[in-house]
C-alpha cells in the first residue's frame, strides 16, 4: 500500500509539472524535450500506482506505447477520429509526428530501467 501512495504522489506531481510546462514553457529545451521524457516517467507512475510490484519489461513496454501514440499522430489521428476540436483530447493524443519526441521517449525509458535495475540490486542484497 505504501508504493501505491508513493506513486501517486509522484504521478501527481509530475502530471503537474506537464501541465505547468505545456501552458507556461515556451522555450526550446524544456517543453520539447524534457516534457517528452518526463511523459513517459509519469505513465511508468500511473501504471505503479495499480500494479506495484515488478512488471518485467515495463519501461520498454511504455515506451512501444509511446512510439504508437506518436506514429499515429502521422496518420493524423485526431483528425480521423474527429476530435481535432476538443483541445484537450488533441493536446493529450498529440497531432503533430516528430522523431524527435521518439528518442526522448528511449532517454526517459532508459531512465526507468536503469532505475528498476538500481531498485532489484537493491532488493538482493
Not at 501541465?19 to 517528452?36: E, K, M, Q, T, W
Not at 513496454?61 to 483528425?79: D, G
Request: proline fraction near 2%.
Amino acid at each position: 500500500m505504501k508504493k501505491r501512495i508513493v506513486y501517486g504522489i509522484l504521478t501527481f506531481l509530475l502530471l503537474f509539472i506537464e501541465v505547468l510546462i505545456a501552458l507556461f514553457v515556451h522555450d526550446c529545451i524544456i517543453r520539447p524535450y524534457v516534457g517528452d521524457i518526463l511523459v513517459v516517467i509519469l505513465l511508468y507512475t500511473f501504471v505503479r500506482i495499480w500494479i506495484p510490484e515488478k512488471i518485467r519489461l515495463l519501461p520498454l513496454y511504455i515506451f512501444l506505447f509511446a512510439s504508437c501514440v506518436e506514429l499515429l499522430q502521422m496518420i493524423h489521428i485526431v483528425e480521423i477520429l474527429g476530435v481535432e476540436n476538443n483541445t484537450f483530447l488533441r493536446v493529450l493524443m498529440g497531432s503533430v509526428f516528430d522523431v524527435q519526441d521518439i528518442l526522448c521517449y528511449g532517454i526517459g525509458c532508459t531512465i526507468l530501467g536503469i532505475y528498476e535495475l538500481v531498485i532489484l540490486f537493491k532488493q538482493r542484497e
